[in-house]
């Protein structure tokens, strides 16, 4: 039996822990903040809860597979896990109006052509199946394997385009050339052709924290994954995930310690042997587990990276300048319409003013954008309300991160929560007359509570563009020290949190040179 220091507690940390633990390790897990669950958070007040952080679970076999595998008791006899149906519903500014059902090809063609003419749905449904070939090609090396050596290969943009002529000599689009690699923003434009067909591709890529006009093509397979895996939602919120992962992991006999700073990790015959604490003392440990962002890790190192050579590393600034996210909590008088969508999209009216303002205009200038994309959150759960006279709403939109813009500054901050009430008015009639209260939540809120530099929010790992959305390997430089979490292979979000844990284990269980589970 080894012991096994984790360095935090997020979705990805506890889900090694978990599975460490049923190895017959014993693991300590250190949380400098006064609960597990990292930024899959929870506010509540009168009555009302709301998820601070992601508010749907896509890939659950992720989390389904995690249970099995740690307990007697499986996802669903865990939390009450349903799906989402329309998946999504989708405002533009030209008033059209379009709830795309879940999991449904047939569903998503039918709607498509209804809401934006005929050709739509094909044109969408010709572009998932080439996504499709991503997915296939990409699944195990980028989610099920830890980071090859040879991490490089990845870079090759696999999105299969159609031919596109190019005057009299032609190309080929999507295998780079003249143009540069193929981008989302591009594949989106060539090949769906209605701009509001376009602006809902690009949604995709936007809620995850990815500029389309970067992206690589190989982004396409983000609506690919939530059209065949479907959008689940947990009773109580993604909260209630966190909780119960907590809850395995105690019941596996992981320890935990809140208001636990680690401050240094020990180094002892060229290993990790453990971590020192704020208050002095010293947690010895035949391997460690951090699931902190690796560029945070240098001051724990004596000043050193984490990263072997010629290893996959953050680029100068990553991680503070990826986006993050503008959130405000609503709590509203009047029941909830039967007929209401779980998540509404309601597009800016500008997409590229948008971009400039989240990601900068060329010249490194961000700021709050006027009018952003906002994400509408209205969740059919009794248990996040007073009573059935009560609803309780979440807007979100992405913004520049805390540094670039100032949310440290509230009379700012609540200017741009008020630009996102009006735009939810379309997707909520008459919403500022059912407000009870709001609550504002920043960047600079998520930066104090999580750690994360500027209050990003990482996005997955995806192929293409020369390796520069790959993430550093769950392996590091030291022997026995690891990498977890969203900021890791294989990259944000609840699913591929829970893949790097599941990485990390078989690493530290299998030994270094395991490729994954067949």
């Not at 508010?55 to 989390?63: I, T």
């Not at 999504?88 to 569903?107: K, M, Q, Y």
């Not at 587990?289 to 990276?305: K, T, Y």
């Not at 939810?424 to 407000?435: Q, V, Y």
Request: charged residues 25%; proline residues 8%; glycine residues 14%.
């Amino acid at each position: 039996m080894a012991r096994i220091v984790v360095i935090g507690s997020g979705m990805g940390a506890m889900a090694a822990a978990a599975r460490l633990a049923v190895a017959g390790h014993r693991v300590v897990v250190y949380e400098r903040g006064r609960a597990h669950g990292g930024g899959v958070g929870r506010f509540a007040r009168d009555g009302f809860r709301f998820d601070t952080g992601p508010g749907l679970l896509h890939l659950p076999a992720v989390y389904r597979d995690l249970f099995v595998k740690t307990g007697k008791q499986t996802l669903e006899q865990s939390v009450e896990l349903s799906q989402v149906d329309p998946a999504s519903r989708h405002l533009f500014t030209d008033g059209t109006d379009v709830r795309l059902p879940n999991a449904s090809r047939a569903g998503v063609f039918q709607a498509l052509d209804g809401a934006f003419g005929a050709g739509a749905g094909e044109h969408w449904s010709d572009l998932v199946n080439r996504a499709r070939e991503v997915w296939d090609a990409t699944r195990r090396p980028l989610l099920e394997e830890p980071l090859r050596a040879d991490w490089r290969v990845l870079g090759r943009d696999p999105y299969p385009a159609a031919p596109v002529r190019r005057g009299r000599l032609g190309g080929l689009f999507g295998r780079g050339g003249a143009d540069g690699p193929p981008t989302l923003a591009g594949v989106a434009r060539r090949e769906l052709k209605d701009p509001r067909a376009v602006a809902l591709l690009e949604s995709h890529a936007l809620a995850h924290g990815l500029d389309p006009r970067s992206a690589p093509a190989a982004a396409t397979v983000l609506p690919y994954i939530e059209q065949t895996f479907g959008a689940w939602y947990v009773r109580g919120g993604m909260r209630a995930l966190a909780d119960a992962l907590h809850e395995r992991c105690r019941q596996r006999k992981v320890e935990f310690h809140f208001d636990a700073e680690v401050t240094g990790i020990v180094e002892k015959d060229g290993r990790a042997a453990g971590v020192e604490l704020a208050d002095g003392t010293v947690a010895e440990a035949d391997a460690v587990v951090s699931g902190i962002d690796p560029a945070l890790l240098p001051p724990l190192l004596g000043g050193q990276a984490p990263w072997r050579e010629g290893d996959v590393r953050p680029e100068p600034g990553a991680g503070g300048g990826t986006p993050g996210r503008l959130t405000v909590l609503l709590a509203l008088r009047g029941t909830r319409p039967a007929d209401t969508a779980h998540r509404t999209v309601v597009h800016a009216p500008d997409r590229e003013a948008e971009l400039a303002a989240v990601f900068g205009d060329g010249h490194g200038l961000r700021e709050p954008c006027p009018h952003p994309t906002v994400t509408v959150l209205r969740p059919d759960d009794p248990t996040v309300r007073p009573d059935e006279e009560h609803e309780a709403v979440t807007l979100t939109a992405v913004v520049a991160p805390h540094g670039p813009v100032d949310w440290t500054d509230g009379t700012a901050a609540e200017q741009d929560a008020q630009r996102l009430i009006t735009a939810a008015e379309a997707a909520i009639p008459g919403l500022r007359d059912r407000m009870l209260w709001h609550e504002v939540r920043t960047p600079a809120d998520t930066e104090a509570e999580t750690g994360a530099r500027g209050g990003a929010v990482p996005g997955p790992v995806l192929a293409g563009a020369d390796g520069a959305f790959l993430r550093p390997a769950n392996v590091t430089r030291l022997p026995g020290l690891y990498l977890a979490g969203g900021w890791a292979h294989p990259g944000g979000g609840l699913a591929h949190a829970g893949m790097s844990g599941a990485l990390v284990a078989g690493l530290i269980v299998e030994g270094e040179d395991w490729r994954g589970s067949q």
